[in-house]
Every structure is written in structure tokens, then in C-alpha cells.
Nanobody, 124 residues
Framework: QLRLVESGGGLVQPGGSLRLSCAASGSTLDYYAIGWFRQAPGKEREGVSCISPIGSNTNYADSVKGRFTISRDNAKNTVYLQMNSLKPEDTAIYYC?????????????????WGQGTQVTVSS
């Protein structure tokens, strides 16, 4: 059974950068598309970026295109989200999820095995 653990969140000033990690255990990551999602207070969870099982395909929400980059290292069983030029509106709890299906856009309903999330706060 796939288990995911997010890390790398924190407090950063606007314009700053963070790299989030999603570490997998319990199953080989190669079989899964991985998505990053976020949920701000009072809002629904939304897709940020997804990557196909071998990393040949990626997609991004319009709000993060050109600023965020998703990547994966299946040998390390880890998926990353590099976040640059962060804005206050990026503040949220970030979650990673796994799916047998790579979807465009990232659909929350297609993903599971959610981790506990990692808090990202962008504030001066």
C-alpha cells in the first residue's frame, strides 16, 4: 500500500523559494502518477501540479505555471515541487497524492494515499 509523506514547507517572504518533497514507501513509486495539491483555509483542495509515472508528462495549474516545477526521482522514491517567486496567495497546506491515472488537469478525485501535508506560508 502506497504511503506518502510531505516535507519542506515553511515560512518564506514573497519572491522567495521552497522545495517540497513527497517521500513514498510501501510500494514502488514507478506505478503511480503523483500530484501536488493545496488547500487554503476555507477553500477546497485544488490541483497544483501532476507528473506521470516515469516523469515524461507534467501539468500545472495556471496560477503556478512558470514558477513551480515538479520532478521525480523514482530511484529515491521521491517527488519534488520546486516553488519559486512565491506569492502570498500560495499560502496553503500542500499535499501529495498518488494515482494509477495521470490526469490533465490534476483531479483531486483521482488521487489518494494522502500524506499529512506540509504548511507553506508566504508572508513578509
Amino acid at each position: 500500500q502506497l504511503r506518502l509523506v510531505e516535507s519542506g514547507g515553511g515560512l518564506v517572504q514573497p519572491g522567495g523559494s521552497l522545495r517540497l518533497s513527497c517521500a513514498a514507501s510501501g510500494s514502488t513509486l514507478d506505478y503511480y502518477a503523483i500530484g501536488w495539491f493545496r488547500q487554503a483555509p476555507g477553500k477546497e483542495r485544488e490541483g497544483v501540479s501532476c507528473i506521470s509515472p516515469i516523469g515524461s508528462n507534467t501539468n500545472y495549474a495556471d496560477s503556478v505555471k512558470g514558477r513551480f516545477t515538479i520532478s521525480r526521482d523514482n530511484a529515491k522514491n521521491t517527488v519534488y515541487l520546486q516553488m519559486n517567486s512565491l506569492k502570498p496567495e500560495d499560502t496553503a497546506i500542500y499535499y501529495c497524492g498518488g494515482s494509477y491515472y495521470y490526469t490533465v488537469p490534476c483531479l483531486v478525485t483521482e488521487f489518494g494515499s494522502w500524506g499529512q501535508g506540509t504548511q507553506v506560508t508566504v508572508s513578509s
